[in-house]
T-cell receptor, first 114, second 113 residues
Framework: AQSVTQLDSHVSVSEGTPVLLRCNYSSSYSPSLFWYVQHPNKGLQLLLKYTSAATLVKGINGFEAEFKKSETSFHLTKPSAHMSDAAEYFCVVRPDTGRRALTFGSGTRLQVQP | ETGVTQSPTHLIKTRGQQVTLRCSSQSGHNTVSWYQQALGQGPQFIFQYYREEENGRGNFPPRFSGLQFPNYSSELNVNALELDDSALYLC????????????FGPGTRLTVL
């Protein structure tokens, strides 16, 4: 079985300050991990993915995430928030064996204040 | 390269009716997955189709069914609609059932009254 817990349902930052969105996962197998972003009335867009290569993963728009197996975490960070980053962010886990369906967290809404 | 498209964008139905949602996969992709996203929640896996066969299913009742066509486009059918079926339905395509990345369409917003 696999699951994802996003520790904050809502995060608010000021423009230009760092962003941290927290994610813990549980998986019976070696998982692949993803972060997706969803802007209002838009589809889900892949930000970055971890698939058992480098533990520090760089994604689009300046986002990065670090896979920490000992802590079962995959937190998303960005050094400096931009107004356009305001959106819903989903941490996602997928096992590397069996049915490879995506399991989504409940989401973190990022608000960026001017 | 054309991305994943879904139709219709919005749909309103009444309880007990049936609905069909459509998805065109990205060019070159032979796998389609469907997800249900209720308001304020993360998407939940409904099922996946690979080369016209169902390849996995989540915890959804049999009144949720699907099809995949030879051109790899797909339909999601829901019978006997219930109020709780109101959600955003997302389609995602990938280049194989084990592919790393799924590409999502914009979704169909279904409202059941």
């Amino acid at each position: 079985a696999q699951s994802v817990t996003q520790l904050d349902s809502h995060v608010s930052v000021s423009e230009g300050t760092p962003v941290l969105l927290r994610c813990n996962y549980s998986s019976s197998y070696s998982p692949s991990l993803f972060w997706y972003v969803q802007h209002p009335n838009k589809g889900l867009q892949l930000l970055l993915k971890y698939t058992s290569a480098a533990t520090l993963v760089k994604g689009i728009n300046g986002f990065e995430a670090e896979f920490k197996k000992s802590e079962t975490s995959f937190h998303l960070t960005k050094p400096s928030a931009h107004m356009s980053d305001a959106a819903e962010y989903f941490c996602v886990v997928r096992p590397d064996t069996g049915r490879r369906a995506l399991t989504f967290g409940s989401g973190t809404r990022l608000q960026v204040q001017p | 390269e054309t991305g994943v498209t879904q139709s219709p964008t919005h749909l309103i139905k009444t309880r007990g009716q049936q609905v069909t949602l459509r998805c065109s996969s990205q060019s070159g992709h032979n796998t389609v997955s469907w997800y249900q996203q209720a308001l304020g929640q993360g998407p939940q896996f409904i099922f996946q189709y690979y080369r016209e066969e169902e390849n996995g299913r989540g915890n959804f009742p049999p009144r949720f069914s699907g099809l995949q066509f030879p051109n790899y486009s797909s339909e999601l059918n829901v019978n006997a609609l219930e109020l709780d079926d109101s959600a955003l339905y997302l389609c995602a395509s990938s280049s194989g059932w084990g592919a790393d990345t799924q590409y999502f369409g914009p979704g169909t917003r279904l409202t059941v009254l």
